[in-house]
């Protein structure tokens, strides 16, 4: 392995390196000589044709009114590109290709602890550990969200106050998500896309997406779990810088989310830290006490 060859001989898991997410609409994916384009305006007499650099991007989001040919398919499946359908401004995700990493340990490892009982709270209490900056004595869920809850209405409220925003409280129907005012419309696209690193992220070290320490219901729930660790650091943060710049220029929030997500799962490297992230949580409950286990 050649070192420093996009730095895989420290990362061992793909898209560490890579640089996030790419969205496009109407238009078709296809492979010209070799390589991935982008054709929009197919059936005009000027169509425009973008190259689209798959090795070096984690997922594309393939928006409404878009198709994908079988070698593009073919393409991205041999370099571990993920390909994702999502709804209008990519705040819908219908399906996506698996990426399949060739490894076990980790997704053994979280059944192992999502299996028991004490364990799995334990994993719980240090993720909120993670979020709230102190471990908490509190064993029960219901309590631990009811803290994080009240806590998070307070950030929100801080982060408003950080940016010179109206803040009326957080509101979000999810019928009808474009019908709140700029801040809330802000921060649901920024959690979409938080969540979509969050997904790549748990796909790299082929984690189960349904078994959450925190949340229990959604086919997602460790995904959720893991972007809600960086709910106070990326996700709002996002979120607000967008909505300010949404109060004095033409582009929509949506456009101005992606734009800014980008720049910061970039320059911040979420992608690679929450792989980290994956990786210390499945490990941490060994600190809390693990040995006990075999006593009880």
């Known amino acids: ?32 000589n070799g390589c991935l384009h982008f054709m929009s305006g197919k059936n005009s ?13 984690s997922m594309i989001l393939l928006g409404p009114g878009s198709s994908v040919t079988h070698d593009a398919l073919r393409l991205l499946a041999r370099h571990g590109t993920l390909l994702a359908a999502v709804g209008k401004d990519g705040v819908r995700s ?3 290709l698996p990426l399949l990493p060739d490894r076990s340990d980790i997704a053994r490892r979280q059944a192992e602890l999502w299996g028991s009982p004490r364990r799995r709270i334990s994993v719980a209490r240090h993720m909120y550990a993670l979020r709230l900056g102190e471990v908490l004595p509190h064993r029960d869920l219901d309590t631990l969200r009811g803290i994080e809850g009240s806590r998070v209405k307070t950030m929100y409220r801080l982060m408003a106050e950080k940016y010179d925003i109206e803040w009326k409280g957080r509101h979000y129907d999810r019928q009808n998500p474009d019908a709140t005012d700029l801040p809330n419309q802000a921060i649901n696209h920024a959690a979409t896309a938080v969540q979509a690193a969050a997904a790549i992220a748990v796909q790299a070290v082929a984690a189960i997406p349904q078994l959450g320490f925190i949340h229990e219901d ?15 650091s990326i996700t709002l943060q996002i979120a607000f810088t967008s909505a300010k710049r949404a109060e004095k220029e033409s582009s929509t929030v949506d456009r101005l989310v992606r734009r800014e997500a980008a720049t910061v799962f970039r320059k911040q490297k979420v992608i690679p830290s929450m792989i980290n992230s994956i990786k210390k949580v499945i490990k941490m409950e060994e600190v809390d006490g693990a040995g006990r286990d075999h006593h009880t």
Do not use: N
């Open 1 to 32: 392995m050649l070192k420093g060859r996009l730095g895989l001989e420290t990362a061992r898991v793909p898209h560490s390196d890579r640089h996030g997410l790419v969205w496009l609409e109407r238009g078709e994916l296809c492979v010209v």
């Open 45 to 57: 007499l000027t169509p425009h044709i973008d190259q689209i650099p798959h090795q070096a991007v």
């Open 94 to 96: 219908y399906t996506a």
């Open 218 to 232: 959604s086919g997602q729930s460790f995904v959720l779990d893991i972007a809600d660790l960086y709910r106070d």
